[in-house]
C-alpha cells in the first residue's frame, strides 16, 4: 500500500509564524522538501538549498478580475419647472 509521505517532527525547530519550539515536521513530496508547524499550521515549501520559497503576494497585476456588478439603480435626469421661478 501505497502511504502518504513519511513525516518527521525536527528538533529544537522554532515555527516562523507562532515561535512554538519543536513543532515543525517536515517531509518530501515529488522530492520537494516542506514543512508545517503542527501548533498553528503554518506551511511552506524549501528549495535546493533549504531557503523558504516564497509565495508569490497578490497585486493588481497578477489576480484575477472580478466581474462588475450590474446596476440595480438607473440614473434620473431633473428638469427645472417654469413655474416655479423665484420672485425677487
Known amino acids: ?3 502518504g509521505p513519511i513525516k518527521r517532527f525536527i528538533a529544537g ?3 516562523p509564524a507562532c515561535s512554538a519550539m519543536d513543532s515543525i515536521r517536515m517531509y518530501e ?3 520537494v522538501p516542506h514543512r508545517e508547524c ?3 499550521g ?18 493588481r497585476v497578477n ?3 472580478k466581474a462588475p456588478a450590474k446596476p440595480t ?3 434620473v435626469q431633473f428638469f427645472p ?5 423665484k420672485k425677487d
Do not use: H
Not at 506551511?43 to 503576494?57: C, I, Q
Not at 419647472?81 to 421661478?85: E, M, Q, T, V
Open 13 to 15: 525547530a522554532v515555527c
Open 1 to 3: 500500500m501505497n502511504q
Open 81 to 85: 419647472n417654469p413655474r416655479l421661478k
Open 29 to 31: 513530496e515529488d522530492g
Open 63 to 65: 489576480e484575477t478580475r
Open 38 to 40: 503542527v501548533k498553528c
Open 73 to 75: 439603480s438607473q440614473t
Open 42 to 59: 503554518y506551511a511552506d515549501t524549501l528549495d535546493a538549498r533549504g531557503n523558504s520559497v516564497p509565495k508569490e503576494l497578490t497585486t
